[in-house]
Antibody, heavy 120, light 108 residues
Framework: EVHLVESGGGLVQPGGSLRLSCAAS????????MSWVRQPPGQGLEWVST????????FYADSVKGRFVILRDYSKNTLILQMNSLRVEDTALYYC?????????????WGQGTLVTVSS | ESVLTQSPGTLSLSPGERATLSCRAS???????LAWYQQKPGQAPRLLIY???SRATGIPDRFSGSGSGTEFTLTISRLEPEDFAVYYC?????????FGQGTKVEIK
């Protein structure tokens, strides 16, 4: 059974950094595309970043480009989102999601999310 | 960037009724890369439909997807109490991947 468990969220001041992790199990982690999607309180879903299974390609929303970095730790089957220069508007519930083997496939499993609050 | 516009914003219906949700794209999409998700309060999104018309594993057949190009539809043939939720379409054909703003299906 596929399991995705996010951690690392919390309260941080504007300009600060956070490192989110997503522990993956129940599937071959090095074979599938992985993504981060966020949801501000009371709002809709926003795609944040996607990384290919081979690490050859990583993509970012314009709103986070240059501030966030998506990584994969194959030894720990963990997806990471390094978030720097955080802004108030980055406040959201951050979901980790599993994609398919190709970049243009749907997100078929989601974690329960980790809450990031950016506030002074 | 392909912008997805969902309509209506809110759909008020009774159990047993048919729900028709629309998703319009600003650019023609590869149908393979159009998906629908359901989200209930306090829960993560759940994949319903992928490739515009294929049901995900375990999804009841009252849910169906259709469409191509720039116009896509999610239909719930007979609403069950557990179907009242927010529904999002998403395109993952080319970055940036985008979501529609959601349609809330509420009990009338």
């Amino acid at each position: 059974e596929v399991h995705l468990v996010e951690s690392g969220g919390g309260l941080v001041q504007p300009g600060g950094s956070l490192r989110l992790s997503c522990a993956a199990s129940g599937f071959s982690f090095n074979t599938y595309v992985m993504s981060w999607v966020r949801q501000p309180p009371g709002q809709g879903l926003e795609w944040v970043s996607t990384i290919s299974s081979t690490d050859a390609s990583a993509f970012y929303a314009d709103s986070v480009k240059g501030r966030f970095v998506i990584l994969r730790d194959y030894s720990k089957n963990t997806l990471i989102l390094q978030m720097n220069s955080l802004r108030v508007e980055d406040t959201a519930l951050y979901y980790c999601a599993k994609g398919g083997r190709q970049m243009d496939e749907e997100l078929d499993y989601w974690g329960q999310g980790t809450l990031v609050t950016v506030s002074s | 960037e392909s912008v997805l516009t969902q309509s209506p914003g809110t759909l008020s219906l009774s159990p047993g009724e048919r729900a028709t949700l629309s998703c319009r794209a600003s650019q023609s999409l590869n149908s393979r890369a159009l998906a629908w998700y359901q989200q209930k309060p306090g829960q993560a999104p759940r994949l319903l439909i992928y490739g515009a018309s294929s049901r995900a594993t375990g999804i009841p057949d009252r849910f169906s997807g259709s469409g191509s190009g720039t116009e896509f539809t999610l239909t719930i043939s007979r609403l069950e109490p557990e179907d009242f939720a927010v529904y999002y379409c998403q395109q993952n054909g080319r970055p940036p991947w985008t979501f529609g703003q959601g349609t809330k299906v509420e009990i009338k």
